[in-house]
């Protein structure tokens, strides 16, 4: 049995100073950095020097949020020890109570209810060795079918319509470096430039050496300020301006007509579709200019290279797999891939979203991609995992509709790891209700999160300075970050108290790990001859290499930096054409609801914000939520700048303060994601999701919105800053 150390780091006095090499805990690059600590003898406070180290993606770059990730990491607000909720308040515990407790409360939920009663919740900040042994705790520690994690709501999308498409689903096709190849670069949905910023001298660098970059986005974003052309496209109308652009690129005789007939298949069914199809009603839907959209597709279909980016603008819809689909489509119909300066890529969101998605947190899959209702793949992994393939439980649900079943009290209890869900997930007010209403809420954190603050349990858990893993970034390159720095009071790694917990639960002999590469051993020895195959990548390796490309099917193979050279992932080889409608199911606005909400991120916050909220120097960046309108639409209702908004939808209200902008289209309101409570844009967002893939339909709601008047107070005392005590 895994036993956990009480590991007190934090206490120093005069310490010298200590330079600690990681890598930033945020976004998908990845990007490599020493972080300095000095401590003032006479103070005991500690001065922190952030620098970029030189590597394969960021070149020694980093952003904002990477100079200031210490900050969260190294704060007072970090969870120091275990809490039990006792007699309503969260009360410190030793690690075996409250261990004990989750594991009693679980058996007893297990066998009131079946042991499908429980679910776990993960995430994408996760190391692979993590993310791989919460798998496994799901399916052998508590042996319940429902396991999904935020993913889900980030890359379930692309994820699907890569796998349709090409047979594999990586996040680049091909190697950051050939984005300079490439003479036409399109950018869907894709703020690079604030989402991740250290990649953005890539496109820079192209077109200084005369790349045509193609930006589509509703709002002129700091990416699109880069762009020869901005299709100001309508939210949730991507997969119908793809369609003009195929069409054109098809009259115009610029598809690859060889690429087509040798290498894909479906082609003449796609053509079918597009004959039938007008350019005037692809206006109508997607509000861009004819001219515009035939500039954009003889841009594309005349250069003799080109890369298409999409990311969550295109996927976060009720049609976000057939969208990204018809993306490819164009690529296919061009040939534009499996070639220097010719490729696809979904750009990946959170730290470890691209290995996090590949070792088993799916409700479908099992590690290395395998699919959980495969018999193969079944048999295999439980080879691996010493078992009987029957005892592995089936295929559960997506996130949300785990949510749902939690609101029909189906599901009682709750297991959560990297992820803040009462946040993130749409349709906050029903999400509120199913969390507040579980029998037993578990949650592993670093912070007492939105959703840890619900919870019965709490366990504190290491950070990114403190913990060892591999991450693999959104190019498919597997990076070794060490721990640079002891953890702080009690707190431990995921994967040790999910150790520590199956061996109570009874099932120690699956989970005797003493270090991360133990479990990454396994991890390679049960994504081994899968698709996304890390057999041949080891820690050393990776201590030698700047990182590994997977596919890496043996230890002396370099690893697969650029995909389809020679031929696509699905058996025969071919890759597969999908018709796409021009109309999307996504929600449209009404007379009650006249406006389309559309949301996303800023440059210095992360998501929910869990972390970046508690880092100083980023929240004075931006401290609290905004609603960017176009001044027109705002005069329209009455709404000033700065001031307080109250905006509507079918689900609940969000107050937030207007920002008036001439960079969005005028149908179209835009709000950040970062902040919670009365500010948290998912109290309107609509929960339908993708029926390929179960994404929501985030990035479209139809929404009213009113200047927002607070109730008259109640008369009070003002004190000397004029604030009613
Ligand atoms: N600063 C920062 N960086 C991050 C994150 C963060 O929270 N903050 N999160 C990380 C994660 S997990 C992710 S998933 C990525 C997300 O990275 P992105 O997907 O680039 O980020 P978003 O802001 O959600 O959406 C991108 C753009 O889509 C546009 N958009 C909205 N609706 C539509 C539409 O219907 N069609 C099109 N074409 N565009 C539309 C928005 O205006 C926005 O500019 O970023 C990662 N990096
Ligand atoms: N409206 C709207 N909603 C969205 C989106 C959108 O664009 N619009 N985007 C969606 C997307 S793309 C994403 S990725 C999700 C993200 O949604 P969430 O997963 O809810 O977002 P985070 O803020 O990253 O939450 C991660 C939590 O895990 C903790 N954490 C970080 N690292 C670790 C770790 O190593 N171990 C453990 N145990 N905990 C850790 C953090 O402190 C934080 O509390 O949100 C989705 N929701
Ligand atoms: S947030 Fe992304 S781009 Fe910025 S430093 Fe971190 S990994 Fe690099
Ligand atoms: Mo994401």
């Not at 799916?362 to 079944?378: H, S, V």
């Not at 946040?423 to 949650?443: H, K, R, W, Y």
């Not at 409570?677 to 179960?694: G, Y």
């Amino acid at each position: 049995m895994t036993t956990i150390a009480n590991n007190r780091g934090t206490e120093r006095d005069t310490a010298p100073a200590i330079k600690m090499l990681t890598q930033c805990p945020f976004c998908s690059v990845q990007c490599k950095m020493a972080v300095e600590e000095k401590v003032d003898e006479r103070t005991g406070r500690a001065a922190y020097t952030v620098s970029g180290i030189p590597n394969a993606a960021s070149e020694g770059r980093l952003c904002v949020k990477g100079m200031n990730a210490h900050q969260h990491a190294t704060s007072r607000e970090r969870l120091l020890y275990p809490m039990l909720r006792q007699d309503g308040v969260l009360t410190r515990v030793s690690w075996e109570e409250a261990l004990n407790e989750v594991a009693g409360r679980i058996a007893a939920i297990q066998s009131n209810h079946g042991r499908d009663s429980v679910s776990v919740y993960g995430g994408g900040s996760l190391t692979n060795e993590t993310a791989y042994l919460l798998g496994k705790f799901a399916r052998i520690g508590l042996r319940t079918r429902y396991i999904d994690y935020n993913g889900r709501f980030c890359m379930s999308a692309a994820a699907s319509a890569g796998s349709k498409t090409f047979g594999i689903d990586r996040g680049l096709t091909n190697p950051l470096s050939d984005i300079a190849l490439a003479e036409c670069i399109i950018l869907a949905g894709t703020n690079i430039a604030e989402c991740q910023p250290t990649l953005m001298p890539y496109f820079t660098r192209a077109k200084e050496t005369g790349a045509f970059i193609i930006v589509i986005d509703p709002r002129v974003t700091a990416t699109a300020e880069m762009a020869d052309l901005h299709l100001q496209v309508r939210p949730g109308a991507d997969a119908a301006l793809v369609n003009g652009m195929l069409k054109i690129i098809v009259d115009e005789g610029l598809t690859d007509a060889s690429f087509v007939e040798g290498r894909t298949k479906g082609y003449e069914e796609l053509k079918s579709t597009l004959d039938e199809m007008k350019l005037e009603e692809i206006t109508a839907l997607t509000g861009v200019d004819r001219d515009r959209i035939i500039e954009a597709a003889l841009a594309y279909g005349r250069a003799k290279t080109g890369m298409v980016f999409t990311a969550r603008g295109v996927e976060q819809h009720a049609n976000g797999h057939l969208a990204v689909r018809n993306f490819l489509n164009l690529v296919l119909a061009t040939g534009k891939i499996g070639k220097p300066g010719c490729g696809y890529g979904a750009v990946t969101g959170q730290g470890n979203g691209q290995g996090g998605r590949e070792h088993g947190q799916k409700a479908d899959q099992l590690p290395g991609y395998r699919l959980i209702d495969n018999e193969q793949d079944r048999a295999y992994i439980a080879g691996v995992w010493k078992i009987n393939p029957e005892e592995l439980p089936g295929k559960g649900v997506s996130a949300y509709e785990m949510m749902e079943l939690i609101h029909r009290k189906e599901i009682k209890a709750m297991f959560v790891m990297g992820s803040n869900p009462i946040m993130s997930n749409p349709n906050a007010p029903l999400v509120e209700e199913a969390i507040e209403g579980l029998d037993f809420l578990v949650v592993a954190d670093m912070f007492l999160s939105e959703t840890a603050q619900l919870a019965d349990v709490v366990l504190p858990v290491t950070a990114y300075l403190e913990n060892t893993g591999t991450m693999t970034n959104l190019e498919g390159r597997v990076l070794l970050r060490q721990a640079a720095r002891e953890a702080p009071g009690e707190a431990v790694h995921d994967w040790q108290l999910l150790c520590s917990l199956s061996a109570r639960l009874g099932r120690a002999s699956y989970f005797t790990f003493d270090e991360s590469e133990q479990i990454f051993e396994e991890l390679r020895e049960a994504s081994r001859g899968g698709i996304a195959d890390y057999y041949g990548i080891t820690y050393e390796r990776l201590l030698q290499e700047e990182g590994v490309y997977w596919p890496c099917p043996e230890k002396d193979h370099p690893g697969t930096n650029r995909l389809f050279e020679q031929s696509f992932a699905h058996a025969d080889g071919r890759a597969v054409f999908q018709p796409v409608p021009s109309q999307s199911e996504g929600e449209a606005t009404t007379g009650a609801y006249p406006l389309l909400l559309t949301n996303g991120r800023v440059l210095s916050h992360y998501l929910t914000g869990a972390q970046t909220r508690r880092s100083p120097a980023l929240a004075a960046k931006e401290i609290e939520n905004f609603m960017e309108i176009h001044p027109e639409t705002a005069e329209r209702h009455r709404i000033e700048d700065g001031t307080l908004v109250s905006i509507q939808s079918s689900r609940g209200t969000v107050i937030v303060r207007s920002r008036l902008s001439a960079r969005i289209r005028k149908d179209t309101v835009f709000v950040p994601m970062h902040w919670g409570d009365v500010q948290n844009v998912n109290r309107v967002t609509s929960p339908s999701l993708d029926p390929f893939c179960k994404m929501p339909d985030f990035k479209v709601s139809a929404v009213q919105i009113s200047p927002f008047y607070e109730p008259e107070s109640e008369e009070g005392e003002a004190d000397e800053w004029g604030v009613s005590t």
